[in-house]
């Protein structure tokens, strides 16, 4: 007569496992239970209708009892359907983790125009069809300015060493223009088409100065030279931005790359706020190791080009050539009438007031109308 197995906790008779109750069953799962079948766990079979004890090592049974070939797992779910294709499944799991993938960046072509806009948030550079620029002809009483930038940027685009440059000064004064001038002037002198000039402009906005390493990395090894472009660099109180473009252009591991030069405008000298520096001196346990470091940014630029207010006759002259490069013809007198009464309505004398000026001379007369710079 078999043995009958223990109650189970519902009641129902649980199944006869052998006379002394040790069987060992073979299992899917790889842990095996060294305790014998009669103290096993209780749990519910998804291939039987009962509660059966089982350990960790058992079979499940089909409706009769007979071993079916499958086993229940330690948590009692329902094993994958053998029947269902496997790699189907997993291609569509592919298709899907790509489509939620971030593209791949497109690489960047170096020569697809002369100057660029970098754009930190997709790490590209941007092409610049047409630069906003005037001839640097036109530009008056930056006379010296301009020869020693020129010739620091000639140098630069022959290969050899050359100098970050930072143009502070008076609002208005060229600044902005002068290097783009500079920049065109260079590429037009080599006579190279589009694309493969001596020197690419790449502007850079302020608020991305902390994606300036990965600029730098990406035009590193690009077979062009740079010119790293930033308008109006300044920094305020609670911006630590500064510390990070200090290491970039001067005392870095890595260091500049040799085919890059930096170029900043500012309002600031130091480019930060004079109360910055102030406050830095009064509070400070050492004043002046607390100036220094503030102030250690800008000597990171080998020149500094100061741009300071033009007197009348600078400012006539300015006038005067703008008029003639639109092609104005009204009477030299009633020309520098005009300008003076709008430079006070302006309350400023500068090039960006003498362009504004021609500007709406132009439109009064029907003549051309050019993209207007940024002075």
């Not at 694309?195 to 035009?219: F, K, N, Q, T």
């Not at 004043?287 to 080009?305: H, M, N, Q, T």
């Amino acid at each position: 007569m078999a043995k009958q197995g223990p109650s189970g906790a519902n009641g129902a008779d649980m199944p006869a496992f052998g006379g002394d109750y040790t069987d060992r069953r073979p299992c899917c799962n790889p842990i095996s239970d060294p305790r014998p079948a009669r103290v096993a766990a209780q749990r519910w079979c998804p291939y039987r209708s009962r509660v059966e004890q089982v350990g960790r090592r058992h079979t499940a049974h089909g409706p009769e009892g007979a071993p079916s070939g499958r086993c229940c797992n330690q948590e009692g779910t329902k094993p994958r359907d053998p029947r269902v294709p496997l790699l189907p499944l997993l291609a569509r799991i592919a298709d899907a983790l790509d489509r939620l993938a971030p593209p791949r960046p497109a690489p960047i072509d170096f020569h697809a125009a002369d100057a660029f806009v970098w754009q930190a948030d997709g790490d590209r550079l941007s092409p610049v069809p047409e630069v906003s620029k005037v001839d640097i002809s036109l530009l008056q009483g930056v006379q010296n300015q301009r020869d020693i930038l020129l010739e620091n940027t000639r140098r630069f685009a022959q290969g050899l060493p050359a100098n970050n440059a930072l143009l502070w000064g008076a609002r208005g004064m060229g600044k902005s223009s002068l290097v783009k001038s500079v920049h065109a002037a260079v590429n037009e002198a080599a006579g190279r088409p589009l694309g493969h000039g001596p020197l690419a402009l790449v502007e850079i906005h302020r608020e991305d100065i902390p994606s300036l390493p990965r600029l730098l990395a990406a035009v590193r090894d690009s077979g062009r030279r740079f010119v790293l472009f930033c308008d109006d660099l300044s920094f305020t109180n609670d911006d630590a931005h500064y510390k990070s473009l200090k290491a970039v252009l001067e005392g870095g591991v890595e260091g500049r790359p040799a085919n890059v030069v930096f170029y900043a405008t500012s309002n600031r000298r130091h480019l930060m706020p004079r109360d910055m520096i102030d406050n830095e001196r009064s509070t400070a346990i050492n004043p002046s190791e607390a100036v220094e470091e503030k102030v250690s940014l800008s000597d990171r630029f080998g020149l500094w080009l100061g741009f300071h207010n033009c007197d009348q006759d600078t400012y006539f002259a300015m006038v005067d050539g703008y008029a003639a490069a639109l092609g104005l013809t009204v009477p030299v007198a009633e020309l520098h009438a005009r300008a003076v009464e709008w430079a006070v309505t302006r309350g400023n004398r500068s090039g960006r007031v003498a362009w504004q000026f021609i500007q709406d001379m132009a439109g009064q007369a029907g003549g051309s109308r050019d993209h207007t710079p940024d002075l």
